[in-house]
């Protein structure tokens, strides 16, 4: 099985680049909407990785193309995915692939300390257009004074230890042999408060301790293996997992992780071609684990 070639220092710039900026739009949605639900957030982030489908030479010699491809969530079908995500590399030298790698994202995103968030349900794709219009009984003024407060101590409550998913998750992994990630939306800074009305631009800041992070499903049942069933770890205790060092088993930026971990085989799981069984259950069934799919295609070319 080959591993992925060296890549020039101009590949990874490019691909940290695109991740980083889809990582900023995630939390500048956060930003202008704290409540929003984790599939929404799922899709901004797809839609900002689509923006660089086509390919872009990055050095001479070396091209990038970023391919998007959505299926929609198993929770369209009243269930859940292993995964939301699927992220995919491969590498060329002319027509050839010379490489291919994988890695798989659950989301679970930071819910505020106060305020709650707008979940969603099987019954708003049941119900359709008709869940946006306004009802007397529960409709409030636009201008009603309101607040979202994320701090060092807030949750990540649709994560929850020995639960369905938490299970199903370590048992795919033992089963078909792939590494799954959880995917960690945050505001961009904790500590953090968003006030509504809003009055004025969002304005992040420069780089902050939030944003998009990813740990290692592993990681993350190692950190919390002293918690009881149910339980939901806060920022501050997965923090202390995604802080470490990258040479660690921790968790890391989006875009870092995905340049420069994943483009260089240190993290995420090699494969030789879509038709084997793992790879193709994963990626070719409409019941497969997971909504979305991000390729990185890297190619090497002459002339």
Same mark, same amino acid.
């Given at each position: 099985?080959?591993?992925?070639?060296? &890549?020039?220092?101009?590949?990874?710039?490019?691909?940290?680049?695109?991740?980083?900026?889809?990582?900023?739009?995630?939390?500048?949605?956060?930003?202008?909407?704290?409540?929003?639900?984790?599939?929404?957030?799922?899709?901004?982030? !797809?839609?900002?990785?689509?923006?660089?489908?086509?390919?872009?030479?990055?050095?001479?010699?070396?091209?990038?193309?970023?391919?998007?491809?959505?299926?929609?969530?198993?929770?369209?079908?009243?269930?859940?995915?292993?995964?939301?995500? %699927?992220?995919?590399? &491969?590498?060329?030298? %002319?027509?050839?692939?010379?490489?291919?790698?994988?890695?798989?994202?659950?989301?679970?995103?930071?819910?505020?300390?106060? %305020?709650?968030?707008?979940?969603?349900?099987?019954?708003?794709?049941?119900?359709?257009?008709?869940?946006?219009?306004?009802?007397?009984?529960?409709?409030?003024?636009?201008?009603?004074? +309101?607040?979202?407060?994320?701090?060092?101590?807030?949750?990540?409550?649709?994560?929850?230890?020995?639960?369905?998913?938490?299970?199903?998750?370590?048992?795919?992994?033992? +089963?078909?042999?792939?590494?799954?990630?959880?995917?960690?939306?945050?505001?961009?800074?904790?500590?953090?408060?968003?006030?509504?009305?809003?009055?004025?631009?969002?304005?992040?800041?420069?780089?902050?301790?939030?944003?998009?992070?990813?740990?290692?499903?592993?990681?993350?049942?190692?950190?919390?293996?002293?918690?009881?069933?149910?339980?939901?770890?806060?920022?501050?205790?997965?923090?202390?997992?995604?802080?470490?060092?990258?040479?660690?088993?921790?968790?890391?930026?989006?875009?870092?992780?995905?340049?420069?971990?994943?483009?260089?085989?240190?993290?995420?799981?090699?494969?030789?071609?879509?038709?084997?069984?793992?790879?193709?259950?994963?990626?070719?069934?409409?019941?497969?684990?997971?909504?979305?799919?991000?390729? !990185?295609?890297?190619?090497?070319?002459?002339?």
């Amino acid at each position: 099985m080959n591993t992925l070639p060296a &890549f020039p220092p101009a590949v990874h710039r490019y691909v940290a680049s695109a991740f980083g900026r889809a990582n900023r739009r995630v939390c500048e949605k956060i930003a202008r909407t704290p409540n929003c639900s984790e599939p929404s957030l799922d899709m901004t982030l !797809v839609e900002q990785m689509s923006q660089y489908g086509g390919p872009q030479v990055v050095a001479p010699g070396w091209a990038v193309r970023i391919d998007i491809h959505y299926l929609g969530g198993l929770r369209h079908f009243r269930t859940w995915e292993v995964a939301d995500i %699927g992220l995919l590399v &491969f590498a060329k030298q %002319g027509a050839s692939v010379v490489a291919k790698k994988t890695a798989l994202l659950q989301s679970k995103r930071l819910y505020p300390n106060t %305020g709650g968030i707008a979940e969603e349900s099987p019954e708003d794709y049941q119900i359709g257009f008709g869940g946006l219009l306004p009802r007397a009984a529960s409709s409030r003024s636009l201008a009603l004074s +309101h607040k979202f407060d994320f701090t060092n101590k807030s949750k990540y409550k649709a994560l929850r230890v020995g639960d369905d998913q938490y299970q199903a998750i370590a048992n795919y992994e033992d +089963h078909h042999k792939l590494d799954v990630h959880y995917l960690l939306y945050n505001p961009w800074s904790i500590d953090v408060s968003y006030s509504f009305p809003r009055r004025g631009k969002v304005a992040l800041g420069p780089r902050a301790n939030g944003g998009c992070q990813v740990i290692p499903a592993a990681s993350l049942r190692a950190a919390m293996s002293s918690k009881p069933n149910g339980y939901s770890p806060s920022f501050a205790e997965l923090s202390l997992t995604s802080n470490l060092d990258l040479r660690g088993s921790g968790g890391w930026r989006l875009e870092k992780f995905v340049s420069s971990l994943l483009l260089k085989c240190k993290q995420g799981n090699l494969f030789e071609s879509l038709d084997q069984e793992n790879i193709f259950a994963l990626f070719n069934r409409r019941s497969g684990p997971i909504a979305a799919a991000v390729a !990185v295609t890297v190619e090497q070319f002459t002339g």
